[in-house]
């Protein structure tokens, strides 16, 4: 995946521009041709694409009360600089934070699954007062993981035929109304060609 960049574009007293773009030196190109005064870029951060915007958004709060219009900030180079570098370094912590939960879900979640196969394999009967232990053969416990699969996916099924079947219907309607309009201009070329 290719990282995204946080820039700041201007001249080296200002104003800032604060943007995000996938290459900050093509921007600057699209910003000088609209701009009497050269402009450079200051300053350009990498960060994952899905953190860009976030940065982006937060350095912009960051910077607010400095704000000429849109993304453009009358401050110190070195503190728009700080906004981003704070903001991005943020953005990556949450974004590991966000997969170190996540990791720690999906081995949750594998753990009560193991544990609940496990209980459905050796599942304790009693009949008329002695335990028995039955367990599940693998081809029991498809056959019921399919009968499952049927069950929960009822509603998608459902919905799909009901599609078709709309499908279906309109074509009807289509070819009803084709074959009305050609007999109605049979029946005009008859009367005209009487005429």
């Not at 290459?23 to 200051?42: A, C, E, M, N, Y």
């Not at 966000?98 to 209980?119: S, V």
């Not at 993981?145 to 074509?171: L, S």
Request: with cysteine; aromatic share 6%.
């Amino acid at each position: 995946m290719t990282a995204k960049f946080v820039y700041v574009i201007g001249t080296a007293t200002g104003p800032f521009k604060v943007g995000i773009a996938n290459d900050p030196r093509s921007r600057l190109t699209g910003l000088q041709s609209g701009s009497h005064i050269k402009l450079s870029v200051l300053y350009s951060i990498g960060v994952e694409p899905s953190d860009a915007y976030a940065v982006e958004r937060a350095a912009h709060e960051t910077l607010n009360e400095h704000r000429l219009s849109g993304e453009w900030f009358n401050v110190p180079c070195d503190m728009a600089k700080a906004a981003i570098a704070k903001a991005a370094k943020a953005a990556a912590k949450a974004r590991q934070e966000r997969e170190r939960l996540k990791a720690l879900a999906a081995a949750e979640c594998k753990r009560i699954e193991e544990a609940r196969l496990a209980t459905e394999r050796a599942a304790i009967i009693q009949v008329d007062g002695v335990q028995l232990v039955h367990r599940v053969t693998d081809k029991e416990h498809r056959a019921e993981q399919k009968k499952i699969d049927w069950e929960r996916d009822a509603p998608r099924r459902a919905f799909v035929q009901r599609m078709a079947t709309g499908k279906r219907v309109k074509a009807d309607q289509r070819r009803k109304e084709e074959e009305r309009l050609a007999g109605d201009a049979s029946k005009l070329q008859a009367f005209f060609s009487k005429t």
